[in-house]
């Protein structure tokens, strides 16, 4: 009965070592809501995030080029700084989609879903070891399907 705590605890530990030494390149990227609510607007927005070793820069765009029809494409690129130890990151992350948008009681309020893919990739530099990767991802942004069904059988 000991043995699994005693391994839980072992675990635990040699993980924790093994973190406390990385360095941290957390730069938040900003969220695409777009809210459109009809056909040739156009929503743009930009930011930027930082962290004491790195920051990034975020570019986000929506368009509605059809009726209850968006687009998005959002991008965002984050640089690690070289503080002389041999430690140096970087990255992006780009992603796009479609989806329905339909705005409901007298165009106060916006329902949305959009689904799209995105690719990401970041290289660094941890002790003088490069470790490099890239991947491709889906996304699905949705509310309940009852929802759904409710908002397009109202007029």
């Given at each position: 009965m000991k043995r699994p705590f005693i391994y839980c605890a072992l675990a635990g530990t040699f993980i924790a070592l093994l973190t406390s030494?990385?360095?941290?390149?957390?730069?938040?990227?900003?969220?695409?809501v777009p809210l459109m609510k009809e056909q040739g607007e156009l929503q743009l927005s930009a930011g930027t995030a930082g962290?004491?070793?790195?920051?990034?820069?975020?570019v986000m765009a929506a368009y509605a080029p059809g009726k209850n029809i968006g687009v998005t494409?959002?991008?965002?690129?984050?640089?690690?700084?070289?503080?002389?130890?041999?430690?140096?990151?970087h990255g992006y992350i780009i992603e796009g989609g479609v989806g329905y948008f339909k705005p409901f009681a007298n165009d106060k309020l916006v329902f949305e879903t959009y689904a799209g893919l995105g690719v990401v990739a970041y290289a660094t530099t941890m002790l003088i070891i490069p470790v490099a990767m890239c991947s491709l991802?889906?996304?699905?942004?949705?509310?309940?399907?009852?929802?759904?069904?409710?908002?397009?059988?109202?007029?």
């Open positions: 030494c990385s360095h941290v390149y957390y730069a938040p990227s900003g969220q695409n962290s004491g070793e790195g920051g990034g820069a975020n494409l959002n991008s965002y690129i984050a640089t690690g700084s070289n503080d002389g130890s041999g430690a140096d990151g991802y889906a996304l699905l942004y949705s509310l309940p399907l009852a929802f759904l069904l409710i908002m397009l059988i109202l007029p």
